[in-house]
């Protein structure tokens, strides 16, 4: 049989570590998963009426490659209500497969091959592998010594390194620390945003989730330099709906929708259907999941400083970044391997969001509050038989 030579370009590229990780431990019985960022709350009864209703309706056929013209005009809405900005519904909203697809449009519509994309680290996976797909150089700026958040000093720093960087993909709340930004930080970072020209892809999936402050949208602060990502799955438990979008000037839209349309033609029907009832009427059951995502990153919290833990200081999305304990002997891969093996409870090493998560490991507490007592019971147990 002959060999045949595949894409030399994805060579050095690797599956997602989280989803590896996730699936090796899978299979040890009764094990309590807090590795995937997947809301345990059911979908809206709004949005999931109004996607029966259009399939009875036989609404089943394709729509306009940006999506419906109805929903691109609640979502231009729902920006203005939530976030004080404005994009005209017909040349500067994208309806996407969800935020994985928005990102990926985005970047390979922006992307000349060489060109320099930074990031404060930790950081979701996803951004290296697609930034090197678009042809781009992958520029991680390593947070962890600053309260994992990006300083102006720390930014004006990178830039001076690399002055040809084009681009910033800028997550808040951010995945996997949980941290946000408040409007004055948003500030001075967008003030050094402006001055070096950056494109700035602004990924504000957790937006809705944000607990002790407001949340600020960078397309407020730097419209012209902005591309907004953001959608249904997290605030609205809608993850596999696969329903997102990007906002941004019509410049850059007209151009991400080349991309868009090659990669998907058009967006599920179903799903814009139940994401303008998700928009519109979902306002109720965001405040109530919020609500109790934030009574559980208080227990954990709290569970882990009893236990001796330094972890992060989440202030939205539903992510806990803990730090490995100095006594164990070994690295954040074998600790959550032990972890699951021994106490059953599986929780995503640090290092798979980048050198800058090393001797870390990522809890999700989108799980029950039953299940988040049982796996810290479990912790407890496992750091008293192995300190």
Not at 66 to 90: C, F, H, P, Q, W
Request: with cysteine; glycine share 6%.
């Amino acid at each position: 049989m002959s060999q045949f030579e595949l894409s030399k370009h994805l060579k050095n590229i690797q599956p997602s570590p989280i989803r590896a990780f996730n699936d090796r431990i899978s299979g040890i019985e009764g094990i309590i998963r807090l590795t995937i960022g997947e809301p345990d709350f059911p979908t809206p009864t709004v949005a999931k009426e109004a996607a029966i209703e259009a399939i009875n309706n036989d609404l089943n056929g394709y729509t306009h490659s940006a999506g419906l013209m109805e929903l691109r005009e609640t979502i231009s809405v729902y920006l203005e209500r939530k976030y004080k900005v404005n994009y005209d519904a017909s040349t500067e909203i994208l309806v996407t497969h969800g935020a994985t697809e928005a990102l990926f449009a985005s970047l390979f519509a922006v992307l000349n091959p060489g060109d320099k994309v930074i990031t404060p680290t930790p950081s979701y996976v996803i951004y290296q592998t697609q930034v090197r797909l678009a042809g781009g150089e992958f520029i991680p700026v390593d947070v962890s010594d600053d309260g994992f958040k990006l300083t102006p000093e720390r930014l004006k720093q990178v830039l001076a390194e690399h002055p040809d960087t084009k681009v910033i993909i800028f997550n808040y709340p951010s995945n996997p620390l949980g941290v946000t930004y408040h409007g004055d930080e948003l500030e001075a970072l967008a003030k050094i945003f402006k001055e070096h020209g950056l494109i700035v892809v602004s990924d504000e999936i957790y937006a809705e989730l944000t607990y002790d402050t407001t949340h600020v949208s960078m397309s407020e602060l730097l419209p012209d330099q902005t591309i907004l990502i953001n959608g249904t799955a997290k605030s609205h438990s809608m993850t596999g709906w696969r329903s997102g979008f990007i906002a941004s000037r019509a410049e850059f839209i007209s151009e991400i929708f080349k991309v868009h349309q090659s990669c998907i033609n058009t967006p599920n029907t179903q799903m814009q259907y139940a994401s303008i009832a998700a928009y519109n009427d979902g306002d109720k059951d965001i405040a109530e999941m919020k609500a109790t995502y934030y009574k559980r990153r208080n227990y954990l919290m709290d569970r882990f400083a009893d236990l001796g833990f330094n972890t992060s200081d989440p202030e939205g999305a539903f992510y806990l970044f803990v730090q490995v304990p100095e006594w164990y002997q070994g690295d954040d891969f074998d600790f959550c391997l032990a972890m699951a093996n021994d106490a059953k409870v599986g929780c995503v090493p640090g290092s798979g969001f980048g050198e800058a998560g090393k001797n870390w490991f990522r809890v999700s507490y989108a799980a029950s509050m039953e299940s988040l007592e049982e796996a810290m019971d479990r912790i407890e147990k496992f750091v008293k038989e192995n300190n």
